[in-house]
């Protein structure tokens, strides 16, 4: 069971950029999990936007490739998600999930969840 928290969500303007945080509690061993995250918006299925295996290999959706990075840092137990050139598509809820055995075959059955954050952008 890893509690994870994520942070940074907020309004911005087409074109503008957010980078999202996710912390995790530091009593595992958190350097072996995949790590991804989801969105999720009214009338449309929870998407894996970005994810990162315990190797630094890294996956992204179409709709996002060239414009988001996962990235992650060990020593803080943190997953990050920079989000640059930003569009009104990806207004959603943005979720971070953990997957302790780090399958990477899709679709990925996670362990745990964080409770979302909000991002909306606008124009």
């Known amino acids: 069971q890893v509690d994870l928290v994520e942070s940074g969500g907020g309004s911005v303007q087409a074109g503008g950029s957010l980078r999202l945080s996710c912390a995790a509690a530091p009593a595992y061993t958190y350097d072996m999990y995949c790590l991804a995250w989801f969105r999720e918006s009214p009338g449309k299925e929870r998407e894996e936007v970005a994810a990162?295996?315990?190797?630094?290999?890294?996956r992204y959706a179409d709709s996002v490739k060239g414009r988001f990075t996962v990235s992650r840092d060990i020593a803080k137990k943190s997953l990050y998600l920079q989000m640059n050139t930003m569009k009104p598509e990806d207004t959603a809820m943005y979720y971070c999930?953990?997957?302790?055995?780090?399958?990477?075959?899709?679709?990925?059955?996670?362990?745990?969840w964080g409770q979302g954050t909000q991002v909306t952008v606008s124009s």
């Open positions: 990162i295996k315990n190797d630094g290999t890294r």
């Open positions: 999930a953990a997957d302790q055995f780090c399958s990477w075959r899709q679709p990925v059955q996670y362990d745990d």
